[in-house]
């Protein structure tokens, strides 16, 4: 399953607009290891995983990878994100992060997407789409642990071998989704621009109350 070739062009148009930019120089804060949230494919994992070690290595902090697997990855956050919507899988992402954080003392999450993703494709959603919601995941993830450090990238393969990891710069995307009006590519937009309306994800560890 190759990139489609709107794909291609969207992601030759977000280098060219350094929203998608080299991981190089962008170094990870992630002391204790990382919370990855991120699409299982099996043609792609060792890759992207390899990457992520990288990163970290280069990060200088612990190489730990306390990862969360569902097809799609981390746009799966956000709200409008139609895969899965039927499981609340967000929601289950949410809980779950939360559940990794407490257990592992990791305050750096990753939202990774790829390209080509099947679980994208079989939905209909373009790069764009994928991109834009994994902003919007990043901007709920933050809102709900704000001090914690949140970071977006893409991995794609571009067939013959050829496999990159960039980092996702979600001011630079938001600059470019303004001014190119990318409304036009996306056929689920959030009502809340990626608040959270969540007060509370069950199960996640509460100060108990008094009475
Ligand atoms: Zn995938």
């Known amino acids: 399953m190759p990139n489609l070739a709107e794909d291609v062009r969207f992601i030759r148009m977000l280098r060219d607009a350094h929203v998608l930019v080299d991981v190089v ?21 060792a890759d992207i995983d ?3 070690h990288r990163i970290l290595d280069e990060s200088g902090g612990k190489v730990r990878l306390h990862s969360l697997k569902q097809h799609g990855g981390g ?10 919507r039927e499981y609340n899988i967000d929601r289950y992402l949410l809980k779950h992060i939360g559940i990794a954080r407490n257990l592992k003392d990791i305050n750096t999450i ?7 993703c099947g679980a994208a494709q079989l939905e209909g959603l373009n790069v764009v789409e994928v991109l834009y919601h994994v902003v919007e995941a990043k901007k709920r993830v933050k809102a709900r642990w704000p001090k914690d450090r949140i970071s977006c990238y893409i991995h794609v393969d571009y067939a013959n071998e050829k496999k990159r990891t960039y980092f996702l710069s979600r001011v630079a995307f938001e600059q470019w989704f303004r001014e190119n009006n990318g409304e036009q590519y996306v ?9 959270d309306s969540d007060q509370k994800i069950e199960f996640e560890p509460t100060t108990p109350a008094t009475s």
């Open 25 to 45: 120089g962008h170094k990870l804060d992630a002391p204790n290891g990382v919370i990855p949230v991120v699409c299982p494919d099996c043609d792609q994992a």
């Open 110 to 116: 990753i939202l990774f997407v790829h390209a080509p």
């Open 75 to 84: 746009m799966l956050i956000s709200e409008a994100c139609p895969l899965d």
């Open 50 to 52: 390899g990457h992520v």
């Open 187 to 195: 056929k689920h937009m959030n009502k809340k621009n990626g608040s």
